[in-house]
Structures are given as C-alpha cells and as structure tokens.
C-alpha cells in the first residue's frame, strides 16, 4: 500500500519516478480504510531533501500511511521557501488537538549549541511532552534523539574531540531482550549505519534509567538504537534515512567552507572522494521503519485513536 502525500509535493514526484508507490489524497479518500496517521517533524535545512529520505522508507510497507509534515513556527527557516512551509506544512498550534499513531523528529545542525539556546527549544520540549497523549510511537533521529533523552530523562550530551562521520559498523546487544527485538527483526548480526555529528550520548549516563533499553551500539559509533520500556519512544543516533550520496554532499558542503573535516570513514572506495560511494545501509533502513510500522504502530495503536493511552 502506498503513502498518501499531496500531489504536489516535491517528493511526490521524485518517488513516482523511483517507481515508489504513492497515492495522492484524493485517490486516497475512495479506499475503505483507515490510513496510520504520521506526523513527520522536521528540523532539518533542506526539508525538501529530508522529506524525499523520510518518505521513501515509509512508503515500502503494505499499509497505507497519511503523512503531516510539522516545523517549528519559532524558527526561521533559511535554506527552506515560506511558500513550501505553507503549503505543505503545518504549525504545531493547528494540530495540537489531534491524533496520531506515529511520529518522526529528525535531526537538526544545532548539536554544539546548548539545548536551551536552540531558539525553537520551548516549542520543541512543548511538542515532546504533548507526545506523551497525542502520538501512539515516536522515533527520535541523531539530535532530536540527544534532545529527547535529555529532556524526559535528564541524559546529557557530550563534545567529542572531533566529528564522528562516515558509515560505521553496529552489532545488536547481546542483553537486549523482550518484544523490543521486533525493531531489529530481520537484521544482521553486523549491519551498517551513516553518522554525522559533533556530540554523543554515552551507555553509562543510558544505563542509569531503568525505563531505557539499548538494542544496538558500535564499538566505533556508540550507542545506536535505545527504546524506552513500553516502545513509545525510540532513540536513534544516526541517519538511517540518508541517501547514498548524502554523506558525499555534506563533505562537500564542508570542504567548501573550508571548515576542518575529514574523510567519511568507510564511505568512498580507497578513501578516494572522486569515487562513488558504496551503499551499506539501506537494507537495515528499510528494515527499521517497516518494523516500527508495523509491531510498533500498526499493531499496537487503538484503531480509534481517541482512545490512546
């Protein structure tokens, strides 16, 4: 079943080409069914992009998804048209009384500024706790993850020595157990995930709460996957929804700048940035969101969403 997106956005095209199945509303609205309805906020400059990545992953599973897309009102978007936000996005005020089986909270390039210097934080933490009654299952991507730990448990994030990039290799947790397995179904005992960011949370300061679980972790990367007791919320460090040449551009983009990076690690062939990059992780990726689909949202959401716990 496809995922029902206006017709007009963007990614609608970029995905009809890609032989994605996607269905615009008013097709949509001829099929008896009740579609899982998730709201997608995203933080990140080129939403356009992150969209398309989002969208993508979303749309391999035989349930029918109804997509809203939410952007802070308290920021500026400054790589993102207002007439794109108007058109396809909505503020939290205009949705703060309804309901959804899921959402998505990405990243954002906001990592090195403390939490509560970020100008849309108090939107943002007001968002978080209405998540608590108004969303079945969140997942948390890089510093929305970093954001969230530290706002429902206190976790704080740290500085690294220098920016942890490229394409890391992850092992599911020996220790984790229970029905959180089902988010990791399918995988690899070893599979791969992109990263890029400055700070980190660390295992010990996650271990602390009795409410938080790590599935996954990199003896390079840290801890990837973290959930919390009951599955509503989900926590993960990298960008599992990236592209293939999504590293490539942000390398780029740095270079460019002139700004101090250094090669993604295990990303191009012989470390040779003239050579296209190998793709490792979009077996895992689709994995991730067509489970937590399915046993985490699917499954568990009340079919009359009033009724959410």
């Not at 990243?107 to 509560?116: H, N, S």
């Not at 206190?154 to 690294?160: T, V």
């Not at 394409?167 to 959180?180: D, I, L, P, Q, Y």
């Not at 046993?295 to 009033?306: F, G, I, K, M, S």
């Amino acid at each position: 079943m496809p995922v029902k997106i206006p017709r007009h956005l963007p990614a609608f095209a970029v995905l009809q080409q890609e032989e994605v199945f996607v269905m615009d509303v008013e097709r949509a609205i001829h099929q008896d069914i009740r579609p899982l309805r998730i709201i997608i906020m995203n933080l990140m400059p080129n939403k356009s992009v992150t969209e398309t990545q989002l969208l993508r992953l979303l749309a391999n599973t035989p349930l029918q998804v109804e997509i809203t897309l939410l952007h802070p009102i308290t920021h500026r978007s400054k790589n993102t048209s207002e007439e794109h936000l108007r058109r396809f996005y909505s503020s939290f005020a205009e949705i703060r009384e309804e309901k959804f089986d899921g959402m998505i909270i990405t990243g954002a390039p906001v990592e090195r500024i403390a939490f509560e210097e970020v100008d849309y934080w108090p939107e943002l933490t007001a968002i978080m706790d209405w998540t608590t009654h108004h969303v079945f299952s969140t997942i948390y991507i890089c510093w929305a993850a970093q954001a969230a730990l530290y706002h429902h448990y206190g976790i704080p994030k740290y500085a690294r020595e220098k920016k942890l990039f490229g394409v890391f290799s992850h092992r599911v947790k020996e220790s984790a157990s229970g029905n959180h397995l089902r988010l990791l179904r399918g995988f690899d005992d070893r599979f791969f995930a992109p990263h890029s960011r400055y700070t980190e949370n660390r295992r010990e300061d996650i271990l602390k709460s009795p409410d938080l679980q790590i599935l996954a972790e990199s003896d390079e990367a840290g801890v990837y996957i973290v959930t919390s007791a009951d599955g509503r919320r989900i926590f993960i460090s990298g960008h599992p929804e990236y592209d293939p040449l999504t590293v490539k551009a942000e390398y780029e983009r740095d270079v460019a700048k002139g700004l101090d990076i250094h090669l993604p690690v295990n990303y191009f062939p012989g470390d040779d940035p003239n050579k296209k990059p190998k793709t490792k992780w979009r077996g895992h990726a689709n994995l991730l969101f067509a489970n937590w689909l399915n046993y985490y949202v699917y499954q568990e959401t009340p079919y009359n969403l009033d009724d959410l716990p």
